[in-house]
């Protein structure tokens, strides 16, 4: 085992902007624990990614988010084009200098506005145009004008514009032509990049959930040669099941010494699954949107404080949680919130939910590095064992999807 994981650790492999390090993987699944090298410093994998989609994680300071150990967040192309606008980006000198984040930065293009904002979208060979809706200003955005955007953003990973169908789409033609064009994109998207020495350009893997149709893809994008590799289209409604075996056929195919990224993935047992099944690198807003619902995430499940039973709750948010809200009072610097002082907030004042937030972002950060430490020992299937017998301590209540797909990379979760 040891022999097996100092093997892996000398294991690497580079382009102009990024470095990939392979340092361990787990003996029974597909989990990898690996160091990702990028223009504003290295990231240990696998990582969660809070999404400041204009420039901002809503509720945290830059050096909030930097205390949570945070070294790569998300921003979102589309929205930065209509607001500052590429004007003011390029004369800021791009989005890090913007929001005074000194660390990575991930964008997405703008494809899953075509989702999101279907209504205001029409999709041609050539673009996406929008209709704004802040002010219903139209906007074109095709491969090579989110490849500008993105160049004056100056992220350390830019995302290729794919053709976005939702997964539960009766429509197979339709979703053929998006994975197909989606490919043509990337082409586009290569030809335009002006940057590739200081950002990266990553593929996305389209498809639905045809399998065949993710392989014919998986192929195609892997032959491009980018510097990292995204599934997209998921988390669109899709049955957990059906997007546990897109996520595993894909894994399977991808080149080992390369990053994989899941995109809008964000729910802990997801994470915990989806590295189990090989996956590198997750994003979504649910952790920081739940939290201005009152939720606080917690390794035994979600709670919400804006429940009365939490009135007279004077234990922390979570207790043996190291984040900067949870911590014992006693402890020099220490917030020492409780679960009273957040019921007490929430809903009249904004400081509930920036506490939430903060410690939302910090249990996913923490639980993939928990997630990490685990490959390293070669214990991951312990871990998740142990995961899950905390969210599920009536064994007869594990989703099933949850058993049925980390049954497949070698994990029993109904067996001791």
Same mark, same amino acid.
């Given at each position: 085992?040891?022999?097996?994981?100092?093997?892996?650790?000398?294991?690497?492999?580079?382009?102009?902007?990024?470095?990939?390090?392979?340092?361990?993987?787990?003996?029974?699944?597909?989990?990898?624990?690996?160091?990702?090298?990028?223009?504003?410093? #290295?990231?240990?994998?696998?990582?969660?990614?809070?999404?400041?989609?204009? /420039?901002?994680?809503?509720?945290?300071?830059?050096?909030?988010?930097?205390?949570?150990?945070?070294?790569? &967040?998300?921003?979102?192309?589309?929205?930065?084009?209509?607001?500052?606008?590429?004007?003011?980006?390029?004369?800021?000198?791009?989005?890090?200098?913007?929001?005074?984040?000194?660390?990575?930065?991930?964008?997405?293009?703008?494809?899953?506005?075509?989702?999101?904002?279907?209504?205001?979208?029409?999709?041609?060979?050539?673009?996406?145009?929008?209709?704004?809706?802040?002010?219903?200003?139209?906007?074109?955005?095709?491969?090579?004008?989110?490849?500008?955007?993105?160049?004056?953003?100056?992220?350390?990973?830019?995302?290729?514009?794919?053709?976005?169908?939702?997964?539960?789409?009766?429509?197979?033609?339709?979703?053929?032509?998006?994975?197909?064009?989606?490919?043509?994109?990337?082409?586009?998207?290569?030809? !335009?990049?002006?940057?590739?020495?200081?950002?990266?350009?990553? &593929?996305?893997?389209?498809?639905?959930?045809?399998?065949?149709?993710?392989?014919?893809?998986?192929?195609?994008?892997?032959?491009?040669?980018?510097?990292?590799? /995204?599934?997209?289209?998921?988390?669109?409604?899709?049955?957990?099941?059906?997007?546990?075996?897109?996520?595993?056929? &894909?894994?399977?195919?991808?080149?080992?010494?390369?990053?994989?990224?899941?995109?809008?993935?964000?729910?802990?047992?997801?994470?915990?699954?989806?590295?189990?099944?090989?996956?590198?690198?997750?994003?979504?807003?649910?952790?920081?949107?739940?939290?201005?619902?009152?939720?606080?995430?917690?390794?035994?499940?979600?709670?919400?404080?804006?429940?009365?039973?939490?009135?007279?709750?004077?234990?922390?948010?979570?207790?043996? &949680?190291?984040?900067?809200?949870?911590?014992?009072?006693?402890?020099?610097? !220490?917030?020492?919130?409780?679960?009273?002082?957040?019921?007490?907030?929430?809903?009249?004042?904004?400081?509930?939910?920036?506490?939430?937030?903060?410690?939302?972002?910090?249990?996913?950060?923490?639980?993939?590095?928990?997630?990490?430490?685990?490959?390293? /020992?070669?214990?991951?299937?312990?871990?998740?064992?142990?995961?899950?017998?905390?969210?599920?301590?009536?064994?007869?209540?594990?989703?099933?999807?949850?058993? #049925?797909?980390?049954?497949?990379?070698?994990?029993?979760?109904?067996?001791?």
């Amino acid at each position: 085992m040891w022999a097996a994981r100092r093997m892996a650790s000398t294991t690497s492999a580079s382009s102009a902007a990024l470095t990939f390090e392979l340092v361990a993987k787990c003996s029974t699944t597909r989990a990898r624990a690996s160091i990702l090298t990028l223009p504003h410093g #290295t990231v240990n994998l696998p990582l969660f990614m809070p999404v400041a989609t204009q /420039a901002s994680l809503k509720g945290l300071t830059p050096e909030q988010l930097e205390d949570t150990g945070c070294r790569l &967040c998300l921003n979102n192309t589309y929205h930065l084009g209509l607001r500052p606008g590429q004007e003011v980006l390029d004369a800021v000198g791009g989005a890090h200098k913007l929001q005074g984040w000194n660390h990575n930065i991930l964008t997405d293009s703008g494809g899953f506005q075509m989702v999101s904002l279907l209504k205001l979208a029409t999709i041609t060979e050539e673009g996406v145009r929008f209709l704004s809706p802040h002010d219903g200003t139209p906007m074109l955005l095709t491969p090579e004008h989110s490849m500008s955007l993105q160049n004056s953003i100056g992220s350390d990973i830019m995302m290729q514009l794919d053709d976005v169908l939702v997964t539960t789409s009766p429509d197979a033609a339709r979703m053929r032509e998006a994975m197909e064009r989606s490919v043509r994109w990337l082409d586009r998207c290569i030809a !335009a990049h002006k940057r590739p020495d200081v950002q990266n350009l990553f &593929c996305i893997i389209q498809g639905g959930l045809d399998l065949e149709m993710r392989r014919e893809c998986c192929r195609e994008m892997v032959a491009r040669d980018t510097p990292g590799i /995204a599934i997209g289209g998921l988390s669109g409604g899709e049955a957990k099941d059906d997007f546990c075996r897109v996520v595993a056929c &894909c894994t399977e195919l991808l080149p080992e010494l390369k990053p994989r990224y899941v995109m809008g993935i964000g729910y802990p047992e997801d994470l915990v699954v989806c590295v189990a099944l090989g996956a590198d690198m997750f994003d979504c807003v649910w952790p920081t949107r739940t939290a201005r619902f009152g939720n606080a995430v917690t390794k035994f499940g979600v709670i919400n404080l804006k429940r009365e039973m939490y009135a007279g709750d004077f234990r922390p948010i979570e207790e043996d &949680c190291g984040c900067p809200c949870c911590r014992p009072i006693e402890q020099e610097g !220490a917030m020492g919130v409780t679960r009273a002082f957040v019921h007490h907030n929430a809903a009249k004042e904004t400081v509930s939910a920036h506490l939430l937030t903060l410690h939302n972002v910090w249990y996913q950060l923490n639980l993939m590095r928990e997630a990490r430490e685990a490959v390293i /020992a070669d214990k991951f299937p312990a871990f998740a064992h142990e995961f899950f017998d905390r969210l599920y301590p009536d064994r007869t209540s594990y989703p099933s999807w949850a058993v #049925t797909a980390l049954r497949g990379v070698g994990i029993d979760l109904l067996k001791p």
